[in-house]
């Protein structure tokens, strides 16, 4: 079982940045493929970003390429996501989640655990 506590999120004008963090309790974060998801007001959940359990391996969905960066701290059972360049379109609930599988991947039905999010708002 691991329990995830989102922090980080807030209000930033278009341009800004944030970071988020997701801490984890609960035996073997280590072992986890973590990620990032987010929903927005009247749509689906949507992938964002995933690290395999080393941090060795990342994904990102194509739109936040070359803004966003997943990371991990093993040491201190964190996962993290900074965010640059926020656009009005990443507005939304963010979302950490835990996979046990190894594979990383965008699967939101592949992660087994979830954080209650953290709202991230980008103004114009």
């Known amino acids: 079982q691991v329990h995830m506590v989102e922090s980080g999120g807030g209000l930033v004008q278009a341009g800004g940045s944030l970071r988020l963090s997701c801490a984890a309790s609960?035996?073997?974060?280590?072992?986890?493929?973590m990620g990032w998801f987010r929903q927005a007001p009247g749509k689906e959940r949507e992938f964002v970003a995933a690290?395999?359990?080393?941090?060795?391996?990342?994904y990102y969905r194509d739109s936040v390429k070359g803004r966003f960066t997943i990371s991990r701290d093993n040491a201190k059972n964190t996962v993290y996501l900074q965010m640059n360049s926020l656009k009005p379109e990443d507005t939304a609930v963010y979302y950490c989640?835990?996979?046990?599988?190894?594979?990383?991947?965008?699967?939101?039905?592949?992660?087994?655990?979830w954080g209650e999010g953290t709202q991230v708002t980008v103004s114009s």
């Open positions: 989640a835990a996979d046990d599988g190894v594979v990383v991947t965008a699967r939101l039905n592949a992660y087994d655990y």
């Open positions: 609960g035996r073997s974060f280590s072992t986890y493929t």
């Open positions: 690290i395999s359990w080393s941090g060795s391996n990342a």
